[in-house]
């Protein structure tokens, strides 16, 4: 659904880590808290341990810092390239990114308070009202540290460059031959990510952002996290899934909230000669996207997220194929799987 796009790039870059362009989500137990007592946490305990102090400030210090400044922000998406100016605030658990001239999204507003997304689209006067995703930068991380500790991903370290003139430590994660999966560059005294890239499985950069300015001790009022447009159209998640299952002509079957997951977006793709209609929820700072479908279809491009940490589980319900992906366990997608109504 062209009219997503923006919304949907926002999710995919997130999805693979570059989640800092869209501050604000924390559920019962935040990635800044305890490591935890089970054996993946204490892989994670054991790792960043080793780790130089830089890397320990930023998970320490997420959804903790106060600073504003500008980033540019680049990637590509479906053969695309996309780049955005952000001029941001963040305060703690609260941020607000406006677009700048220049942009490819120019004009518009995001606004993350907490747990809640507030989106301005000002070229449709929309605004969406969801879940933000915040968490999942930082649990990607984390689950990289974690894979590290068992030959799975390569992390190391260096001194890193100044940016925006401040002093940088470098974080890279890469696959057993060396492959980059990604690069943080932290600054020294504060934790914050000042320059990150991602890549592809192909060894393709497809995300990228570098400060150009920032400002550690900025003047924040309550109304900078407030969008409060008169006249403007209010669409929640709830809202995206009936026009995206309309466009796909299904009758969707969703997660309930019984299952944990927040419903984050939804939209009608194609894949092959199908209609496929696709929701992406958010479950304990991990992504995932449910895939509903009629007859067959050329899985392909589902199996290749088999890799790595990504698993599916597949099954049939009211006269519909239905794949669930996501960072867990075939069993405990299984799990999930029993709460599609």
């Avoid at 003047?219 to 998640?237: L, Q």
């Avoid at 304990?284 to 050329?298: A, C, Y």
């Amino acid at each position: 659904m062209e009219y997503q796009r923006p919304r949907i790039a926002l999710g995919l870059l997130m999805a693979v880590a570059l989640a800092p362009m869209a501050m604000g989500q924390h559920g019962p137990r935040g990635p800044q808290g305890p490591a935890g007592a089970g054996p993946k946490g204490r892989a994670f305990q054991e790792v960043l341990d080793r780790l130089p102090a830089p890397v320990k400030l930023m998970f320490a210090r997420f959804g903790k810092q106060r600073y504003s400044g500008q980033r540019v922000v680049e990637f590509r998406l479906d053969g695309e390239r996309y780049k955005n100016i952000e001029n941001l605030i963040v305060d703690g658990l609260r941020s607000r990114i406006e677009f700048a001239a220049g942009s490819s999204w120019y004009g518009q507003v995001i606004v993350d308070n907490r747990n809640r997304r507030t989106h301005f689209f000002p070229d449709r006067n929309e605004i969406f009202v969801g879940v933000s995703p915040r968490d999942e930068s930082i649990m990607r991380l984390r689950q990289f540290l974690q894979s590290s500790a068992n030959g799975r991903l390569k992390v190391t370290t260096d001194n890193g460059p100044d940016i925006v003139g401040r002093k940088t430590t470098l974080l890279q994660v890469a696959d057993p031959n060396g492959n980059p999966v990604q690069r943080v560059w932290i600054e020294n005294t504060t934790g914050i990510q000042l320059k990150r890239e991602i890549f592809d499985r192909a060894g393709s950069k497809i995300g990228a952002f570098e400060f150009t300015r920032l400002n550690l001790d900025p003047k924040i009022s309550d109304e900078d996290f407030v969008i409060n447009r008169r006249g403007a159209k209010v669409v929640d998640s709830q809202d995206r899934l009936r026009a995206a299952a309309r466009e796909a002509g299904i009758t969707p079957i969703a997660l309930t909230q019984d299952s944990g997951a927040l419903l984050q977006n939804s939209r009608a793709v194609k894949i092959g000669d199908r209609n496929v209609l696709t929701q992406t929820y958010i479950l304990e700072g991990r992504r995932l996207t449910l895939f509903q479908f009629k007859g067959n279809i050329d899985m392909k491009r589902l199996a290749r997220q088999e890799k790595g940490l990504i698993k599916t589980y597949r099954w049939e319900q009211g006269g519909y194929s239905l794949v669930l992906v996501g960072e867990m366990m075939p069993d405990r997608l299984a799990q999930l799987a029993k709460f599609a109504k």
